[in-house]
């Protein structure tokens, strides 16, 4: 695992600006949904794929994988904001939010690619319940942003 420094940190951070538009509510059973995608971006969900476009909703067990040419934009219920770049693989191990109370957990593996992070409720609430992985070794959030970058990870 590489953490990467700011000329990045600063260009994956303000590609999550446009990600802050609230849209409608998620249905909810939802996780969070994609805001932004280019190229190649594909949902992986029950040992099915599907497109991975603007306005596709993520549950808490689905995968996210970009390819070559792809990026993805990702709010979660919690505000959390995700950037994925090219080539990455994220799976949402697991997510639960309430609304009320802003309690819950989530647990994401990046296992290639950048993944860059402005952290939602649950990481302000509650900050032990946010746990971010790699091939390699485990974050716990006690920040408001930052970036994985994994190399060399399979999928």
Same mark, same amino acid.
């Given at each position: 695992? &590489?953490?990467?420094?700011?000329?990045?940190?600063?260009?994956?951070?303000?590609?999550? *600006?446009?990600?802050?538009?609230?849209?409608?509510?998620?249905?909810? @059973?939802?996780?969070?949904?994609?805001?932004?995608?280019?190229?190649?971006? #594909?949902?992986?969900?029950?040992?099915?794929?599907? *497109?991975?476009?603007?306005?596709?909703?993520?549950? /808490?067990? @689905? %995968?996210?994988? =970009? +390819? /070559? @040419?792809?990026?993805?934009?990702? #709010?979660?219920?919690?505000?959390?904001?995700?950037?994925?770049?090219?080539? =990455?693989?994220?799976?949402?191990?697991?997510? *639960?939010?309430?609304? &009320?109370?802003?309690?819950? %957990?989530?647990?994401? #593996?990046? %296992?290639?690619? =950048?993944?860059?992070?402005?952290?939602?409720?649950?990481?302000?609430?509650?900050?032990? &319940?946010?746990?971010?992985?790699?091939?390699?070794?485990?974050? +716990?959030?006690?920040?408001?942003?930052?970036?994985? @970058?994994?190399? +060399?990870?399979?999928?």
């Amino acid at each position: 695992m &590489t953490l990467i420094k700011l000329p990045s940190v600063a260009a994956m951070l303000l590609a999550l *600006a446009p990600l802050s538009v609230h849209a409608a509510p998620l249905p909810d @059973d939802a996780a969070g949904i994609i805001k932004t995608a280019k190229g190649s971006v #594909t949902i992986e969900r029950a040992g099915r794929k599907s *497109a991975g476009g603007p306005g596709a909703i993520l549950m /808490a067990s @689905d %995968r996210v994988v =970009t +390819g /070559a @040419d792809g990026s993805a934009g990702i #709010t979660l219920r919690d505000e959390t904001r995700m950037a994925l770049g090219p080539n =990455t693989s994220l799976s949402m191990e697991h997510f *639960a939010f309430n609304t &009320t109370t802003h309690e819950g %957990r989530l647990d994401v #593996t990046v %296992r290639r690619g =950048t993944l860059a992070v402005v952290s939602g409720k649950l990481a302000k609430q509650s900050p032990n &319940t946010v746990k971010f992985s790699t091939p390699s070794s485990v974050l +716990g959030v006690r920040g408001t942003e930052f970036v994985i @970058d994994v190399e +060399g990870g399979s999928e």
